[in-house]
């Protein structure tokens, strides 16, 4: 079943794939991309790196957009599941936003899903933490 | 009554005209980034002003400078001393004659850009953030843009597209709540803007990439 849904978000034009995570960044099931899933969960652990430096804020991150010039990548977070698309450009964005926000709110409601990112919930800061990070990151946080 | 209001709807040249034409005696408050700047009129015509460090028509000049900044006309208060004697016509044309000579320095450059950002629907705010993410020029004072650690993110957003490129991240869009920021770098700096949540990041992308281009 999830993976239907994660076929939705593929058939839009210029996708390139896209794959779930849980909140530590284990690959939970993907969908087109052909890079390793060591790649993917990397991919995963920086976009909630970001997502750990909004944490305590009154608003944490719900979704970011990257924009390269031959590349957009959309990360969404609801429910202790971060889905990724990985895009050719912002083609019809409209339409992809909206099925990737109707896709993982299909793809929270998967028993197996649900119990697999609940079991993974972990304080997001532990991301933050040293021996996560190389010198130029731990350096860049320690200047907060 | 007082009349409050922002920079960005009514110009300075605006106010400045319409208190001297209607031969107005009071004082005029603008608050920007906690920097006040202060003009008095005396039946008509300027003849008081203050933006720290400048007073009288240097002060005029450069308060002429600000694109935004919220201000508060109060009636009937008198300016403590008379530093201007200019006719408040001859000031304006001074002050805008300044202005579009003034050298590129890089706080008219960002003033210029701040101008053309705002102008742009849906965007609230702009920070000039330099490489190390410190805040060098705001549209409004908040902290925000200091614990938000935007060279982070910068980073991990570089670094996470690896498999599929390694060019720089061109622009970031965060929704944070109801907020939805757009970072971007800008030479060896870094632009923040605010947004409003129902302004679509890849609709207003474009504007703000010819407004940064345009300096």
Sequence with gaps: ?144 | MALIGNLKDIKLPSLIQLNCMEHNTAKLTIERAGRFGFVYFENGQVSHAEFDPYIGEEAVYKLLGLVDGRFKVESDVRPPVRTIHTSWSNLLLEGMHKLDHAQDDGENIYNKMFERLLTIRGVNMVWVLDAEGQTIFSTDQKEMAQTLNVVFIALQAERLARPFSRQPVRFISLLLGDRRLIITSYHHEYIMIELDKKTKSDTVIPLIRRAIGKI
């Design chain 1, 1 to 144: 079943m999830v993976e239907r849904w994660l076929r939705e978000i593929q058939n839009l034009p210029s996708v390139k794939g896209t794959f779930i995570t849980t909140m530590r960044g284990a690959v939970l099931e993907s969908y087109g991309l052909e890079i390793e899933e060591q790649d993917m969960q990397n991919m995963a652990i920086r976009l909630l790196r970001i997502h750990a430096l909004t944490w305590e804020a009154e608003n944490p991150l719900t979704e970011i957009e990257l924009y390269w010039k031959n590349l957009f990548i959309v990360g969404k977070i609801s429910q202790n599941i971060l889905l990724v698309t990985v895009c050719d450009s912002p083609q019809v964005v409209a339409l992809l936003r909206i099925t990737i926000n109707v896709s993982l709110s299909h793809i929270v409601q998967e028993k197996k899903i649900y119990k697999k990112a609940k079991s993974h919930v972990t304080d997001p800061s532990h991301l933050l933490r040293k021996g996560q990070l190389d010198e130029n990151e731990t350096k860049l946080l320690a200047k907060r």
